[in-house]
């Protein structure tokens, strides 16, 4: 059904039920003559024909000038009444229905309403907001002001006589309710879909006039100026009330394109912003602060960069150093601003925060090879030096019962690969799979099975699973098998084998996504020195051989292909590199043994890069707890104001089982920072999920987070996601006083602000407007009763007497 189709239904469902009521009866009594000519005929003709042919009887008579006029004027009414007693004189009795105008009051509910003006520089408006709302204009949005001039709109109407209808609209038009509030959280400005929906949802009905009152800004739908003319073709005047600062608009905002959800204690932070702007032109300062979560007056500035100031807005990266200012907080927060301009009257949109966990624990990793080929001995020494935020357990399946296997100091040596879910989900966060088979990883068959059973599960509760190719079981063995399921990869069940593969050509990496790189192959913040280390002679130390595989996965990304290489069947060159989840679980591929060989030419700097930041990407899901019995998260990262927000939580009870409870409580916290409760509910026939839906209120900022025992902030999970205005609403949220007044002229209505009322109010509601329709009537003749007979004896005896005293025949 088309959209304006399916409001106008709603619209005539939801009206109130004496909408087509026909108004109160009235009794109007009068006289009217049912014969008479024409007004003209009457006046021309009629009156001066009775007197002349009055004059012209008494013309050649020997009178007094006083006589004879006053016999001419009674010869003139005798002619007069025998002429209205031919006009068929009548009383009417009629008995009428009053119906009152109707007005249509139309309330912007779209998103750019919630925006706060503020007025700057203009006192007289400051003062007028205060006078309306009682609040400082700094913090009065225009759907405040909308509400305050909503009572008085509807109360001049009903003063006048008028039947007052509010309706809210944004993309569509629904009734609005006494006592109803309104809100902004319309997607889209459909003004002149509006006028059209209010004009055929009260066909039939007497409406005079229609008010608007919004910003104007029409973002979708019909033009307003098209409907215009429509509505004073019905004779409905459209009358406008801006509500907005409309005076022209400075404005720069700032965008936050990306940033990391977590890192490791002691890595850099890149933010990745936009800064737009509108009615300026040259550049501005774009600055990188850290803020204290301790101390909000202490703020830092770790970063910043000239920026152009053009409508497009280009991409700008700042990067934060390592050290906090909140030495051992959990979290960093930061803001990325831009000073107000001169003129600049909003300015909420001149500065985003972020927040980035910082995990404090150990990242803790499984690695397990089958063989200690170049890839494995490179990495087991990098990934015991790298970090002291690492753990990592290794074991060798080809070495001999009594080989000590290599680990992070401190950590017991492993006597056989872990099996069990209990064993990876409390001990590891990532598993590095080399070139082994899992399925025999045991001498016992059986524990095979229950390894990829229990890292398939370790995988969906948020671990990460890296598997680097090898020349002779990874992947090939695994071709087909459910443990193929979680790989990010298409694989060739038919396998491959070393002879498929050229192995005596060095061949470059090319970057999938050069201008924007996946952070784990972003070795270095500059976008073009970064491509040429991976693609140039001069960069990184190329490979010989690679496993082919038919392609990524749907929703898989490739980070790294081939240059030419097509092996894998697929339309284009070979993946390298390719990220995936499953489902909340992050996956790596890496179809290449030669990662090694980038310290050739550059020692431990880009070797140690990529693998810290493959860690920590892979870390992520379980990085997100302190308590690793829970995950939360929101389904999305950004939602529109006007969306419900969705919420999973997956728990695990004391015993690393799903849990049976029938609800799991978490706490929403809002841009302000208050807190409040919401339940999830169990999903039924999924133990240990929990779902959970709420309405955002304002746009910023939330996070949800789960209090996990007595263990302090630290051990609380927590989710973060972004409210905001919708795309339409947000990309040019000026007020429109050209087009709001435009709208008005040519319907014929008139245009006012809700700073002042008074051209709306005193001219759009004039009195005496009702219609009056008849419903009956009863006649009854005038020209038999007495008073006729009598009014026609006195003049025509009054003449017979004046006669005989001018002794006239």
């Given at each position: 059904?088309?959209?304006?189709t399916?409001m106008?239904?709603?619209?005539?469902?939801?009206l109130p039920?004496?909408a087509?009521e026909?108004?109160?009866?009235a009794?109007?009594?009068?006289?009217?003559?049912?014969?008479?000519?024409?007004?003209w005929?009457?006046?021309?003709?009629?009156?001066?024909?009775?007197?002349?042919?009055a004059?012209?009887?008494?013309?050649?008579?020997s009178?007094?000038a006083?006589?004879?006029?006053?016999?001419?004027?009674?010869?003139?009414?005798?002619?007069?009444?025998?002429f209205?007693?031919?006009?068929?004189?009548?009383?009417?009795?009629q008995?009428?229905?009053v119906i009152?105008?109707?007005?249509?009051?139309?309330?912007?509910?779209?998103g750019?309403?919630a925006?706060?003006?503020?007025?700057?520089?203009?006192?007289e408006?400051?003062?007028?907001?205060?006078a309306?709302t009682g609040?400082s204009?700094?913090?009065?949005?225009?759907?405040?002001?909308?509400e305050?001039v909503r009572?008085?709109?509807?109360s001049?109407?009903?003063?006048a006589?008028?039947?007052p209808?509010?309706?809210?609209?944004?993309d569509?038009?629904?009734?609005?309710?006494?006592?109803?509030?309104?809100?902004?959280?319309?997607a889209?400005?459909?003004i002149?879909?509006?006028?059209?929906?209010?004009?055929?949802g009260?066909?039939?009905?007497?409406?005079?006039?229609i008010?608007l009152?919004?910003?104007?800004r029409?973002?979708?739908?019909?033009?307003?100026?098209?409907?215009?003319?429509?509505?004073?073709?019905?004779g409905?005047?459209?009358?406008?009330v801006?509500?907005?600062?409309?005076?022209?608009?400075v404005?720069?905002?700032?965008?936050?394109?990306?940033?990391?959800?977590?890192?490791l204690?002691g890595?850099?932070?890149a933010?990745?912003?936009?800064?737009?702007?509108?009615?300026?032109?040259?550049?501005?300062?774009?600055?990188?602060?850290?803020?204290?979560?301790?101390?909000?007056?202490?703020?830092?500035?770790?970063?910043?960069?000239?920026v152009?100031?053009?409508e497009s807005?280009d991409r700008?990266?700042?990067v934060a150093?390592?050290?906090?200012?909140?030495f051992?907080?959990?979290?960093?927060?930061f803001?990325l601003?831009?000073?107000?301009?001169?003129?600049?009257?909003?300015?909420?949109?001149n500065?985003?925060t972020v927040?980035?966990r910082?995990?404090?624990?150990?990242?803790?990793?499984l690695?397990?090879?089958g063989?200690?080929?170049?890839?494995?001995?490179f990495l087991n020494w990098e990934?015991?030096?790298?970090?002291?935020?690492?753990d990592?357990?290794?074991f060798?399946?080809?070495?001999?019962a009594?080989?000590?296997?290599e680990?992070?100091?401190?950590l017991?040596s492993?006597?056989?690969?872990?099996?069990?879910?209990?064993e990876?989900?409390?001990?590891?966060d990532?598993?590095?799979?080399g070139?082994?088979?899992?399925?025999?990883?045991?001498?016992?068959?059986?524990k095979?099975?229950?390894?990829?059973?229990?890292?398939?599960?370790?995988?969906?509760?948020?671990?990460?699973?890296c598997?680097?190719?090898?020349r002779?079981?990874?992947?090939?063995?695994?071709?087909?098998?459910?443990?193929?399921?979680?790989?990010?990869?298409e694989?060739?069940?038919?396998?491959?084998?070393?002879?498929?593969?050229p192995?005596?050509?060095?061949w470059?990496?090319r970057?999938?996504?050069?201008?924007?790189?996946h952070?784990?192959?972003?070795?270095?913040?500059?976008v073009?020195?970064?491509?040429?280390?991976?693609?140039d002679?001069q960069?990184?130390?190329?490979f010989?051989?690679?496993?082919?595989?038919?392609?990524?996965?749907?929703?898989?990304?490739?980070?790294?292909?081939?240059?030419e290489?097509?092996?894998?069947?697929?339309?284009?060159?070979?993946?390298?590199?390719?990220?995936?989840?499953?489902?909340?679980?992050?996956?790596?591929?890496?179809s290449i043994?030669?990662s090694?060989?980038w310290?050739?030419?550059?020692?431990?700097?880009?070797?140690?890069?990529?693998?810290?930041?493959?860690?920590?990407?892979l870390?992520?899901?379980?990085?997100?707890?302190?308590?690793?019995?829970?995950?939360?998260?929101?389904?999305?990262?950004?939602?529109?104001?006007?969306?419900?927000?969705t919420?999973?939580?997956?728990?695990?009870?004391?015993?690393?089982?799903?849990?049976?409870?029938?609800?799991?409580?978490?706490?929403l916290?809002?841009?302000?920072?208050?807190?409040?409760?919401l339940?999830?509910?169990?999903?039924s026939g999924?133990?240990?999920?929990?779902?959970?839906?709420?309405?955002?209120?304002?746009p910023?900022?939330?996070?949800?987070?789960?209090?996990?025992?007595s263990?302090?902030?630290e051990?609380d999970v927590?989710a973060?996601?972004?409210?905001?205005?919708?795309?339409?609403?947000?990309?040019?949220?000026?007020?429109?006083?050209?087009?709001?007044?435009?709208?008005?002229?040519?319907?014929?209505?008139v245009?006012?602000?809700?700073?002042?009322?008074?051209?709306?109010?005193?001219q759009a509601?004039?009195?005496?407007?009702?219609?009056?329709?008849?419903?009956?009537?009863?006649?009854?003749?005038?020209?038999?009763?007495?008073?006729t007979?009598v009014?026609?004896?006195?003049?025509?005896?009054?003449?017979?007497?004046?006669?005989?005293r001018?002794?006239?025949?």
């Amino acid at each position: 059904m088309p959209p304006f189709t399916s409001m106008l239904l709603a619209l005539q469902d939801a009206l109130p039920g004496d909408a087509l009521e026909r108004g109160s009866d009235a009794i109007q009594e009068t006289w009217r003559f049912l014969e008479m000519p024409a007004t003209w005929i009457v006046a021309l003709l009629i009156v001066p024909g009775s007197f002349a042919v009055a004059a012209i009887a008494y013309a050649r008579e020997s009178l007094s000038a006083p006589m004879r006029w006053t016999l001419v004027g009674l010869r003139t009414l005798s002619f007069l009444l025998l002429f209205a007693v031919l006009f068929r004189p009548v009383f009417v009795r009629q008995e009428q229905s009053v119906i009152a105008p109707e007005v249509l009051f139309l309330f912007d509910g779209s998103g750019s309403m919630a925006r706060e003006d503020g007025y700057v520089g203009d006192d007289e408006a400051r003062d007028a907001v205060r006078a309306l709302t009682g609040e400082s204009a700094d913090s009065v949005s225009r759907l405040e002001l909308a509400e305050a001039v909503r009572p008085r709109l509807l109360s001049a109407a009903r003063e006048a006589g008028y039947v007052p209808r509010a309706l809210r609209f944004a993309d569509d038009v629904t009734p609005l309710a006494d006592g109803a509030r309104l809100d902004a959280r319309g997607a889209a400005t459909a003004i002149g879909d509006a006028i059209r929906g209010a004009l055929a949802g009260a066909r039939g009905r007497y409406v005079t006039d229609i008010v608007l009152v919004s910003d104007g800004r029409s973002n979708v739908g019909t033009p307003p100026d098209e409907v215009a003319a429509a509505a004073r073709a019905a004779g409905v005047a459209i009358d406008t009330v801006l509500v907005g600062d409309d005076r022209t608009e400075v404005n720069v905002a700032v965008e936050l394109v990306d940033a990391p959800e977590a890192v490791l204690e002691g890595d850099q932070i890149a933010v990745a912003a936009r800064v737009s702007a509108r009615g300026t032109e040259g550049s501005a300062s774009l600055l990188l602060e850290e803020v204290s979560a301790r101390d909000p007056e202490n703020v830092r500035l770790v970063a910043s960069e000239e920026v152009p100031l053009v409508e497009s807005g280009d991409r700008i990266v700042l990067v934060a150093g390592r050290d906090a200012v909140d030495f051992g907080a959990g979290e960093r927060r930061f803001r990325l601003r831009v000073a107000p301009l001169e003129g600049e009257r909003v300015t909420d949109d001149n500065q985003v925060t972020v927040s980035v966990r910082v995990n404090r624990q150990k990242v803790r990793v499984l690695y397990v090879e089958g063989y200690p080929r170049h890839e494995y001995r490179f990495l087991n020494w990098e990934l015991k030096r790298m970090d002291e935020r690492i753990d990592v357990q290794l074991f060798l399946l080809s070495a001999d019962a009594e080989f000590q296997q290599e680990r992070t100091r401190g950590l017991a040596s492993l006597k056989r690969v872990p099996t069990t879910r209990e064993e990876l989900l409390e001990n590891y966060d990532v598993v590095i799979l080399g070139d082994v088979n899992p399925y025999d990883i045991s001498p016992d068959p059986s524990k095979g099975e229950e390894f990829v059973r229990s890292l398939r599960e370790f995988v969906e509760r948020g671990g990460g699973l890296c598997v680097i190719a090898g020349r002779y079981d990874m992947p090939r063995a695994i071709a087909g098998t459910e443990f193929s399921e979680m790989l990010p990869v298409e694989l060739d069940r038919a396998g491959a084998t070393l002879l498929d593969v050229p192995t005596s050509e060095t061949w470059r990496y090319r970057l999938e996504s050069p201008a924007a790189p996946h952070e784990i192959v972003t070795l270095v913040e500059d976008v073009e020195r970064n491509r040429l280390l991976w693609e140039d002679p001069q960069g990184l130390h190329g490979f010989y051989w690679h496993y082919p595989v038919r392609g990524a996965k749907p929703g898989a990304e490739v980070l790294l292909r081939h240059p030419e290489a097509r092996y894998g069947g697929g339309d284009e060159p070979d993946p390298l590199l390719v990220a995936g989840y499953f489902p909340s679980g992050r996956t790596l591929f890496l179809s290449i043994e030669a990662s090694w060989m980038w310290r050739n030419r550059f020692g431990h700097l880009y070797y140690d890069t990529f693998w810290r930041g493959a860690l920590r990407w892979l870390a992520l899901g379980r990085m997100r707890s302190g308590d690793r019995r829970f995950q939360l998260e929101a389904l999305r990262s950004t939602y529109d104001i006007a969306d419900r927000v969705t919420l999973e939580a997956r728990v695990l009870d004391d015993d690393f089982r799903p849990s049976e409870a029938a609800n799991q409580e978490i706490v929403l916290e809002d841009p302000d920072g208050e807190e409040r409760p919401l339940d999830l509910s169990l999903v039924s026939g999924r133990p240990g999920l929990f779902r959970g839906t709420f309405q955002p209120e304002r746009p910023g900022r939330h996070v949800v987070r789960i209090r996990a025992g007595s263990g302090g902030p630290e051990n609380d999970v927590t989710a973060e996601f972004d409210v905001q205005l919708p795309s339409r609403e947000s990309a040019d949220p000026s007020p429109d006083p050209e087009g709001m007044a435009r709208l008005a002229s040519l319907s014929g209505g008139v245009a006012a602000t809700a700073l002042d009322l008074d051209p709306v109010l005193e001219q759009a509601f004039p009195a005496d407007q009702e219609r009056r329709e008849p419903v009956s009537s009863q006649l009854e003749d005038a020209w038999d009763r007495w008073a006729t007979l009598v009014l026609a004896l006195l003049l025509l005896g009054a003449e017979w007497v004046l006669r005989k005293r001018a002794e006239l025949v």
